[in-house]
């Protein structure tokens, strides 16, 4: 037997496992394929038109099916929009309306229902955020008339008629108050996601740990505090940075509610502009381009958000190792 | 602190988990709540401890009557199966959290868990999370966080069952000797009558809801007053045989088919006076094979032990287990007589399933 055969053998065992190998990996990415084609062409796809409608000065006027004929402007979009004297307040809308709503109803109320319905009986508790989810699965048009029939002015609005029936004066709430509206019905319809979440990580702490608690002393709110909090803390954390995101993009139920009005920008939000611009101007002078460029700066806000929560709270630790089952 | 359970009922619905329990634990006694799973003995700890509130019943601690009594105004310590470490807290914050809730200074606190970390022998891993110990040193901590706070009352849950058998062994040591020492109130609920029976001053046999037998070890043992707590207590367990038990001239009998056992007057006046079918219990090491035995048999199976043998005999339809000595080197299918040392027989109502001898 020469050397080389020696050397030869063991190399071809090494290539016939790297075949496997890769064999193995063709399988993985055989299953991924449908999933990523999906998400290049309704993803991917759409966001390399945008970018590119954002530099362009497309419109209503001047449309064509071309993309080779748009006539490419640079970022003069950008500039429009910097200088945009509404554009600024449209910004801190939106942060007012993220911040408010995730603090106090995506977040805040959310643990609040998950901590009661799973402190009471567990039928009620589990019928009880059942109704809360009703606000989600309604279609957006038909909770939002609800909403808007309870809220109107007198003598339509059931809230008016009750005023009226106790000599009370009557009021026109969404357009004295139109921000509690926006903020209350988003919210309402937000809660029920951290509640799903929340829920069931506390329902997933072992039993025998939270009577360990109650055992050594705590009260149940020292427990929520000591010990259900601390263990539910990736759950929370995952809701406060997938809400804020999806917050951030929201706006077809301010768009039904109040469609940013009422008055000029009272409750326009940054994603309700950019479909204002490049879809529903007015007389239908539609500005894809310049819409697609408020698109583009949401998109980047979102990216960097997301890059900042992740590093914040140190993502790839939390899923790292499981938190509770690590007893 | 003294306990009594007096008619303690706790229902879930429909569903009952203890019933018209009666027991007084002394003060400093070792109790251990004994039965099969489902039996009530966890429920009727968790009641003891405040997370159930009875259905039915008083419980008192002392003088004081608990049945309302939130968990944290029972100074109770608990350990559980599952050892039920906070994973998010330090052993040292662990042990320190009984103490934390009751606002204890904080270097009375420092000082008291270095000192029961060092009884526990875990001094050195205060530092470490739960998940970075092992079983056996999770137990450890789990004691130390139940005895912090100087309880009146020491709660255990199966606390040794998750552990392998030979620290099993040392734990129960540790822990009969611990609660000895510091002359604790103690109840500790097993399913495992060896744990119970080294380990308790009286054992309280639960099944289905209701108490059995609430008596010393030896006297569960040796006077078991029902069928249930005679076939439970022991391993491997008491044979059982129907028999009728006669008596002729003074003398007594017990017979089924071919067996012919003769039996004392002590042992066999009450059975023959309940007349007709008896259950009659036998311990395996109360049959012995020997030349001159009562009954001839047949060796079915063998299962060497070890330290002895443990032989299933048939004597027609029936099946005894006894031991024997590894010595003989006995053989299935071999042809063995049995003596019965009918003088440790025991014999019950198959009706009441009650002992016949004896009584309450």
Redesign the interface.
């Known amino acids: 037997m020469s050397e080389s055969d020696t050397k030869a053998k063991p190399s071809a065992a090494f290539l016939q496992s790297r075949r496997n190998a890769l064999r193995s990996y063709l399988g993985a990415y055989g299953f991924m394929a449908p999933a990523g084609v999906l998400v290049i062409i309704f993803f991917l796809v759409p966001v390399a038109i945008v970018l590119y409608l954002s530099v362009t000065n497309l419109a209503s006027s001047n449309f064509t099916s071309d993309l080779a004929r748009m006539e490419f402007i640079g970022l003069k979009n950008y500039e429009t929009l910097l200088n945009d004297q509404f554009a600024r307040k449209i910004f801190f809308n939106t942060i007012f309306y993220v911040l408010v709503t995730l603090s106090i109803f995506n977040v805040s109320l959310a643990l609040v229902v998950s901590l009661l319905t799973t402190h009471i009986d567990r039928s009620a508790g589990f019928v009880f955020r059942a109704l809360w989810i009703l606000p989600r699965i309604t279609s957006p048009v038909v909770y939002i008339l609800i909403w808007k029939r309870m809220m109107a002015e007198a003598p339509f609005g059931i809230l008016n008629q009750f005023n009226e029936l106790l000599g009370q004066p009557t009021y026109n709430y969404v357009s004295t108050n139109p921000w509690v509206f926006v903020v209350v019905v988003n919210g309402f319809i937000g809660v029920s996601f951290g509640m799903i979440i929340f829920t069931s990580a506390i329902e997933s702490i ?1 039993k ?2 939270l ?9 149940r709110m ?1 427990r929520i505090r ?2 259900i909090l ?2 539910i ?1 990736w759950p929370l954390l995952f809701v406060v940075t997938y809400q804020t995101l999806s917050l951030l993009t929201s706006f077809v139920e301010i768009q039904l509610l109040t469609d940013g009005g009422p008055g000029l920008y009272r409750t326009e939000v940054w994603s309700l502009t950019a479909f204002h611009r490049a879809l529903s101007n007015y007389f239908g002078n539609a500005q894809w381009g310049y819409g697609s460029a408020f698109a583009v700066l949401l998109v980047m806000i979102g990216v960097v958000l997301a890059v900042i929560y992740m590093r914040v709270f140190r993502f790839d630790e939390l899923v790292a190792e499981p ?2 089952e ?2 | 602190m003294e306990i009594r359970i007096d008619n303690l009922t706790k229902k879930f619905g429909d569903v009952v988990g203890v019933e018209d329990l009666t027991l007084h634990i002394d003060d400093g006694e070792f109790v251990a709540f004994l039965g099969p799973s489902g039996c009530g003995k966890t429920t009727t700890l ?1 009641t003891l ?3 159930y509130k009875p259905t039915d019943g008083l419980i008192r601690f002392g003088e004081r009557v608990v049945n309302t009594v ?3 105004d029972r100074n ?3 350990v ?9 807290m330090t052993i040292f914050q662990n042990i320190a ?2 103490l934390k ?2 606002k204890t200074p904080k270097n009375v606190q420092n000082e008291r868990v270095r000192q029961v970390a060092n009884v526990m022998g875990i001094g050195e891993l205060l530092d470490r ?3 970075q110990l092992s079983g056996g040193q999770q137990q450890r901590v789990a004691l130390g ?1 139940a005895l912090v ?1 100087e309880p009146d009352v020491l ?1 255990f849950d199966e606390p040794l069952s998750n552990l392998d058998a030979r620290l099993r062994l040392t734990m129960r040591g540790e822990i009969k000797h611990l609660q000895k020492n510091l002359g604790i109130t103690s109840i500790y609920v097993t399913h495992d009558q060896l744990e119970a029976m080294t380990m308790a001053d009286r054992i309280a046999v639960m099944n289905r809801g209701r108490l059995q037998a609430f008596d010393a070890p030896d006297e569960l043992y040796d006077r078991p007053k029902t069928l249930f707590v005679a076939g439970f207590v022991g391993n491997p367990p008491m044979n059982f045989l129907n028999v009728s038990v006669s008596q002729s001239n003074g003398h007594f009998l017990a017979e089924a088919e071919t067996i012919q056992l003769p039996l004392g007057a002590d042992r066999g006046e009450p059975p023959a006076r309940h007349g007709g079918a008896v259950v009659m219990g036998i311990r395996p090491e109360d049959i012995q094979i020997a030349a001159d035995g009562d009954v001839t048999g047949e060796i079915f199976v063998v299962e060497p032990l070890g330290r002895e043998d443990l032989i299933d005999a048939r004597v027609g339809e029936h099946s005894f287990i006894l031991l024997a000595d590894t010595e003989k080197q006995h053989r299935a299918g071999e042809s063995v007589s049995l003596k019965f040392d009918m003088t440790q027989a025991q014999f019950f109502d198959p009706q009441t399933e009650r002992s016949l001898l004896w009584h309450h």
């Open positions: 072992p025998d740990l009577n360990a608690s109650l055992v050594d002393g705590s009260s020292q000591y010990v601390p263990l803390r938190r509770v690590a007893l | 968790l401890a405040g997370i939130q968990p944290k109770i310590g608990m559980f199966q599952s050892y039920a470490l906070y994973p998010h959290y009984p809730l009751k999370r739960p998940g966080r706070k709660l």
